[in-house]
Antibody, heavy 122, light 110 residues
Framework: QVTLRESGPALVKPTQTLTLTCSFS??????????VSWIRQPPGKALEWLAR???????YYRTSLRTRLTISKDTSKNQVVLTLTNMDPVDTATYYC??????????????WGQGALVTVSS | QSALTQPPSVSGTPGQRVSISCFGT????????TNWYQQLPGKAPRLLIY???VRPSGVPDRFSGSKSGTSSSLAISGLQSEDEADYYC???????????FGGGTSLTVL
């Protein structure tokens, strides 16, 4: 059974850096074709893909947030970490981590964490 | 403004068949497959359809996906009250060089 859980601060101040950790079980990020992605959803709004890290270490980022985002993995701990710098109130959202299957031609998100609500406010 | 366009809302009565459209361009739907996600109220999204028309294990066959040119569709037959949710299409976009979601469609079962 695949499970994912997001953890991190519920409240951050403007200009601070957000660090979120995705802890997962039921699969290995060292397996070919496996990946983990982060997706966020502002309150009442649509889903927004942020970043992805693949089993081989390749990283992909949302173009508009590329300069602020970093994704990394610790395969031995079954964790993926997302950092988002210079937080702004518009970054207030529920952040989801997902297991991502690298299908041909595009990836899909077949398992989702419960989500972590992050509020940006002074 | 999302690269993929969905109607904000659709509705139907129990037992009815409804369809949700997802309009794109040659740089996204026209070039790649479409995935669909269901988000029940207050819950995380769930994969419903991938690669245009493939249902993951556990998804009822009442849900089906199709694609024609630069648009994709999700059809739900035998509508049930528990189908009331938000539905999102998703695909890769060459222009944005990233994965994109549609704006979401809220399904109401009357």
């Amino acid at each position: 059974q695949v499970t994912l859980r997001e953890s991190g601060p519920a409240l951050v101040k403007p200009t601070q850096t957000l660090t979120l950790t995705c802890s997962f079980s039921g699969f290995s990020l060292s397996t070919s074709g496996m990946s983990v992605s982060w997706i966020r959803q502002p309150p009442g709004k649509a889903l927004e893909w942020l970043a992805r890290i693949d089993w081989d270490g390749d990283e992909y980022y949302r173009t508009s947030l590329r300069t602020r985002l970093t994704i990394s993995k610790d395969t031995s701990k079954n964790q993926v970490v997302l950092t988002l710098t210079n937080m702004d109130p518009v970054d207030t959202a529920t952040y989801y981590c997902t297991r991502t299957i690298l299908a041909n031609p595009i990836a899909y998100f077949d398992s989702w964490g419960q989500g972590a609500l992050v509020t940006v406010s002074s | 403004q999302s690269a993929l366009t969905q109607p904000p809302s659709v509705s139907g009565t129990p037992g009815q068949r409804v369809s949700i459209s997802c309009f794109g361009t040659i740089s996204n739907i026209g070039a790649y497959t479409t995935n669909w996600y269901q988000q029940l109220p207050g819950k995380a999204p769930r994969l419903l359809i991938y690669s245009d028309n493939v249902r993951p294990s556990g998804v009822p066959d009442r849900f089906s996906g199709s694609k024609s040119g630069t648009s994709s569709s999700l059809a739900i037959s035998g509508l049930q009250s528990e189908d009331e949710a938000d539905y999102y299409c998703a695909g890769w976009d060459d222009t944005l060089n990233g994965l994109v979601f549609g704006g979401g469609t809220s399904l109401t079962v009357l």
